[in-house]
Nanobody
Framework: QAQLVESGGGLVQPGGSLRLSCAASGNIFRVYTMGWYRQAPGNQRELVASITKGSSTNYADSVKGRFTISRDNAKNTVYLQMNSLKPEDTAVYYC?????????????WGQGTQVTVSS
């Protein structure tokens, strides 16, 4: 059974930073592009960053220049470094394998990690 476990969220003031981690089953990690998603209350889940096996990256316009996705293949872990956080970044953050034109998550969703940006 594929597993995705997110961690690292918390409460941070505007302008602050957080680093999220996602531990993925080895079978997932070796083969696929990985992505970070977020879902704010009342909104659809959206893909904010992705990284290929070869570490090519892509970002949503809303986070470009502030967020950095990276992966450690030895640890089967993908990270999301979030800087210059804004209140509108508040959401539950998830990782998954993006597939299809709508970037749907391929595997069952993990529990996510809550990020709250507030003064």
């Amino acid at each position: 059974q594929a597993q995705l476990v997110e961690s690292g969220g918390g409460l941070v003031q505007p302008g602050g930073s957080l680093r999220l981690s996602c531990a993925a089953s080895g079978n997932i990690f070796r083969v696929y592009t990985m992505g970070w998603y977020r879902q704010a209350p009342g909104n659809q889940r959206e893909l904010v960053a992705s990284i290929t096996k070869g570490s090519s990256t892509n970002y949503a316009d809303s986070v470009k220049g502030r967020f950095t996705i990276s992966r450690d293949n030895a640890k089967n872990t993908v990270y999301l470094q979030m800087n210059s956080l804004k209140p509108e970044d508040t959401a539950v953050y998830y990782c998954n394998v993006p597939v299809g034109p709508s970037n749907s998550g391929f595997y069952p969703w993990g529990q996510g990690t809550q990020v709250t940006v507030s003064s």
